[in-house]
Each structure stands twice: as structure tokens, then as C-alpha cells.
């Protein structure tokens, strides 16, 4: 009776540890569980091809002169609804800092640094990405302290240029953050 | 064919001297408790179901002494059988446990087990999501290019999920 209970407490033991295990979303102390990045899968698959199929729609839309339907093609991109997936984020990124590009074109300063600040969100780490956006973010300071000196703010302009160059300062130092961890990686490409 | 005139033939016929010596004989031994034989026996039957007796001393004590013996044994089963069925539920218990945790019924995943070299080598082969910064040698420019980029992005992960459904398919 004794060795009854005591198996039973084993086998209980056993089932509720692999039960942490499986429920361990990193598979942390795990065996058998590798990563927590999830595949490649067909929702992933079918993000990137509206991406790409509304990148196109805004390539031309813009060759036409229609920078309203261009922006038009890409606020659907940034709606779209999306897995969750490091792909993701990136396209994500790179078509926000591409929205301020045309919002800038057309004179809107604070919708594109509020493209900016929404795309800073998906590029978190140092990656072409990060680096492009504050890129963008730097010439969108750079359009506002030239708007603010026609403006008669001198001051304030001096002040937003200052900005301006240490966003293209910190763009710089997260593209050669980039190039370094290529270079560690041996210049390994996927 | 009988002849009525033969004593055994006659039912009315009176007793021979051997009849009557048999009879007496089993009259005392039915009063003698150790007698034996198969017609005192059946003789006691007959008597026993007529008009039956209270059992002797001796033959009462006989069987409650038989009946608590065997009550014993089947006691003593029945604590072995409870307990073998408590050691083979716990045992059995601990395998369903450990299998059923393990064991991910859809697609075989064992958990806690090194995977065989092939499956070993499908694990291998899934592609999962990461960055696609290794897709770029170069930094953007600083205009234009986006188109390229996500084309770049979108066929390198078509491949992986081809790679990935043809190893889900076990054909690779």
C-alpha cells in the first residue's frame, strides 16, 4: 500500500515537471525544445505578399505623381493585420519610415515624425531598419528647423538642427553596429 | 417371468432371516455416529430430512473452527489483491502520466526523449521566423528602394516555406 502511494506521488511529480516544460514559452531547462521563433508559416507568407503587392501599388502610384494613392497603398500595409514574426516588424519598419518619406514630401512634418516614432517601434535593434528610420527622422528635423528659420525662429531652428545631427549621428552608429555584427558573423548571409 | 410364489418376488412376503439380521444391523448403526457404510449414510440423509436433530457438540465445533479458517484465507486474498491492484494503478499511472505529457498526439513531438537523426535533421530543417537584416550587404540608401527590399524579403521566405512544408510533408 505503502509503495502504492509513493509511485503515484512519482508519477504525479513527472507529469506536472514535462507539463511546466511544454508550457515554458522559451523552453527554457527544457530538452528537446530549440527555439521559440515560431516557422515560417503561410500567414507569415501572406503579410509579405500584400507588402509587396502594395509597395508595387505605391511604386506606381508615385511614378504617376499621385503621392495621396501612394500613401493611400501604404497606410493599408501598416493596417493590415499581421502575425507576430521578426519579418513582420521589419516590413512593418520599413514601410513606415517609407510613409514619412511621402508625408514629408508633401509638407507634413508631424505626420512624418509620427511615422517615424511608429516605425522606431518595430526596429527596436540595431538594423539597417533602425538605422534608415532615424535617418528619415534626422531630414524630418532637418525640414522642420529650415521651416522654423524661414519662420523667423532662429533660436528654436539652431536648436531642431542640433537634433537633426545627432539623429544622422546615432543613424551612423547603428549602421556601423550593423556592419560589425556582419563582420563577427564571418559575413554570414541568409 | 416372476413366480408370485418366490419370497423376493412377493412384496408381502414375510422377512427371511438374512433381511431381518441386515435390518438389525443397520438400526445400530444408525444409533452409533461412528458407523460407516453407504447405506447408513443414506439411511441418515432419510432421517436427517424427516425429522432432523440438533448437530453433536463435536460437529458443531468442527465446522465453525472450518468456517473461521476459510474466512481467514479469503481475508488474507483479498488485503493481497487490494494491495497488488494499488501497486499496478500507481504503476500504471506513471506510465499514461509520463506518455500522455510526452507524447503530442497530432504530430509525435517527444519531449524529454533525443529525437531520432532524421527527426533530427526535419527539426533542423524548419525555418523559423528571424531577422532579415542578412538579406542586405548594404546600408538603404537614402531615398527609394523599399520595393526591392521587401521583394528581397518575400522570396527569401518563400523558399523557407517551401523547405518548411516539404519537411512537414517528410519529403526532404
Known amino acids: 500500500m505503502k509503495h502504492g502511494w509513493l509511485l503515484l506521488a512519482i508519477a504525479l511529480g513527472l507529469g506536472g515537471g514535462a507539463a511546466a516544460c511544454r508550457s515554458e514559452p522559451a523552453g527554457a531547462g527544457c530538452p528537446g525544445v530549440e ?6 508559416d503561410p500567414p507569415v507568407m501572406a503579410f509579405l505578399s500584400a507588402a509587396r503587392a502594395l509597395h508595387h501599388e505605391a511604386d506606381i502610384r508615385e511614378a504617376e505623381g499621385d503621392l495621396p494613392g501612394a500613401i493611400a497603398a501604404l497606410e ?3 493596417a493590415t493585420s499581421a502575425p507576430r514574426a521578426v519579418e513582420v516588424d521589419e516590413v512593418l519598419a520599413d514601410a513606415r519610415a517609407r510613409l514619412a518619406e511621402l508625408r514629408l514630401e508633401r509638407g507634413d512634418v508631424e505626420g512624418a515624425q509620427r511615422e517615424v516614432e511608429q516605425g522606431l517601434q518595430h526596429a527596436q535593434g540595431p538594423t539597417y531598419f533602425r538605422g534608415h528610420l532615424l535617418e528619415v527622422e534626422g531630414r524630418v528635423e532637418e525640414r522642420r528647423a529650415a521651416a522654423l528659420g524661414d519662420a523667423g525662429h532662429g ?28 563582420l563577427a558573423d564571418g559575413g554570414a548571409r541568409d | 417371468m416372476s413366480d408370485p410364489r418366490r419370497p423376493i418376488d ?5 422377512p427371511s432371516e438374512e433381511e431381518l439380521a441386515a435390518s438389525s444391523a443397520l438400526r445400530d448403526a444408525l444409533d452409533d455416529p461412528s458407523a460407516t457404510g453407504a447405506e447408513v449414510e443414506l439411511a441418515r440423509s432419510l432421517r436427517s430430512a424427516w425429522s432432523p436433530r440438533d448437530l453433536a457438540p463435536e460437529q458443531h465445533a468442527d465446522l465453525v473452527k472450518e468456517a473461521v479458517a476459510r474466512r481467514d484465507t479469503v481475508r488474507r486474498r483479498r488485503a493481497t489483491v487490494v494491495r497488488v491492484s494499488f501497486g499496478a ?8 502520466g509520463v506518455l500522455l505529457v510526452v507524447w503530442n498526439g497530432s504530430g509525435g513531438s ?31 540608401a537614402p531615398r527609394g528602394g523599399e520595393s526591392g527590399r521587401i521583394d528581397r524579403i518575400a522570396m ?11 519537411a512537414k510533408w517528410g519529403v526532404r
Open chain 1, 155 to 182: 533660436a528654436e531652428a539652431a536648436k531642431v538642427r542640433a537634433h537633426a545631427v545627432s539623429l544622422l549621428e546615432e543613424a551612423v552608429r547603428v549602421q556601423e553596429q550593423v556592419i560589425e555584427h556582419a
Open chain 2, 156 to 166: 527569401a521566405r518563400a523558399s523557407d516555406l517551401r523547405d518548411n512544408e516539404f
Open chain 2, 110 to 140: 517527444m519531449v524529454g526523449r533525443p529525437p531520432s537523426p532524421d527527426l533530427a535533421r526535419s527539426y533542423a530543417a524548419v525555418a523559423v521566423s528571424r531577422s532579415t537584416q542578412p538579406l542586405f550587404t548594404d546600408r538603404f
Open chain 2, 89 to 96: 494503478s500507481a504503476v500504471v499511472a506513471l506510465a499514461a
Open chain 1, 35 to 40: 527555439s521559440s521563433s515560431p516557422p515560417i
Open chain 1, 76 to 78: 493599408r500595409l501598416v
Open chain 2, 10 to 14: 412377493d412384496p408381502d412376503a414375510p
